[in-house]
């Protein structure tokens, strides 16, 4: 592609820095070599195949643990800053305690981290992307309050491990896909399906859990490494279909992205005060008595509250927000519908499809989002963590050219207009990969990869050539796609 920088306004601050990320599961395979233990994830999609759209799995995927110089070559290839991606618990310390090391999982991560920054690129390591080890699966996974102390300890042996040289850490991916989508769903690991209690207490313990490893960060590795660490937290956008929907669109934005930052970014901390209200008048209506919010200690406030270094932050989509007919059936929380909150989701018309069912392209709720955390909590510092779309295969890929243009363009705006601190952004992802429930079918990577090739392949789309020319001009340029 011939590109041209124009206008000094689509030019990135200095200092702004470029990335692409993975997950373990997604791109490792490897699923069974030397010691690794079983993650959720293996055993979901052995045992219950037809969880995943076509049936395909992560066992091979892009082989990355074979392929990982190749990964390296591509960020190479691309000029990335950073390469994001995340550890896999169970391959690092297979019985999913502490008490044994894998050495062939140390030495994988140890050669990747190292040959980045031989390239000069920045590892930026997420410590858990969903593939939790089955063994403590088996003892309750993220619904046993003891999560927080076996977290505790794999984030000490992973910083033990890492932190000589990784320097950004994100601690959780997501906390809303591994708390709302799965127990609301039942659909993706662990497959259990309990809409009511669940996601609430799981939010409790994922939010104590990031906490203890900031803090053990902060205490014991900062002084030392000088680094950061804080959550990737997804925010999707609800805007009201109407003005009269505002206030349960304002409360459906505390669900989502209040319920995971407030304790954490607010200077009082806890729970949301007006989520914290609703919740507990659902509770009583449900004939629990009681919120089904689990309440925080005086303790556990203080101790979440504060423990971010920056504010990580996935962008894909967004939803239109009414409150639900009497008898109307509403889909499950967070991508079809709230129940707890009685209210139905739209799609607006005008809003283009990705190739997941989940996806609608909503650039121009972009902005207002990060101006929605800067008013709740403050001028912090953004980090975009994960931002892409899914379509079908093929190199010519305009749709995903398009969509980082106009992502990238809002996100200009927030700076150079709204004055917002964004140090990054991150494009999900690097390569095809296993997309979940949605298998190998779903691309979302500026790299294809051919999954039928021994080799897996990979090839740069046009989005790639794109992704390129806006990290090598620091500006969006004018491309063959420009209208
Ligand atoms: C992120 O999830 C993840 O961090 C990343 O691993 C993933 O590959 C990427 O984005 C693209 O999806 O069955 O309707 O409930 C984004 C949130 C969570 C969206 C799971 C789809 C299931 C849809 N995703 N969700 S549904």
Known sequence: LCSVAYGSNLTFPPGFKFGAASASYQVEGAWNVSDKGESIWDRLVHTKPEAIMDLTNGDVTCDSYHLWERDIEMATELGLHFYRFSL???????????????????????????????????????????????????????????????????????????????????????????????????????????????????????????????????????PMYNGEISLAIPLIWHEALSAEHEELAELLRENIAGRYSHPVYSKEGGWPPSLEKHLEEVGKRKGFNKSVLPPFTKEEIDLIRGTYDYYGMNFYTSRLVRKARPGESIGAWPMNGAPDFDAAFEKDPSWVAGYSSWFYVTPEYFRPQIMWLKEKYGDLKFLITENGISTGPGLDDRMRVEYYRDHLKELLLAIHEDGVNVVGFTAWTLMDNFEWNDGLGSKFGLYEVNFTSPQRTRTPRASAHYYKSIIDTHSIPKTIYEN
């Open 88 to 222: 896999s618990w169970p391959r690092l310390m297979p019985t999913g305690f502490s008490n044994k090391i894998s050495e062939d999982g140390q030495k994988y991560y140890n050669n990747l981290i190292d040959g980045l920054l031989d390239k000069g690129i920045e590892p930026l390591v997420t410590i858990f992307h969903w593939d939790l080890p089955q063994s403590l699966q088996d003892l309750g996974g993220w619904m046993n309050p003891l999560i927080v102390d076996w977290f505790e300890d794999y984030a000490r042996v992973v910083f033990s491990l890492f932190a000589d040289r990784v320097k950004t850490w994100v601690s959780i991916n997501e906390p809303v896909s591994i708390c709302d989508y799965v127990y609301n769903t039942g659909g993706m690991a662990p497959p259990i399906f309990e809409p009511h209690v669940a996601p609430y207490v799981c939010t409790k313990h994922v939010l104590l859990a990031h906490a203890k490893a900031w803090r053990i960060y902060d205490e014991e590795f900062r």
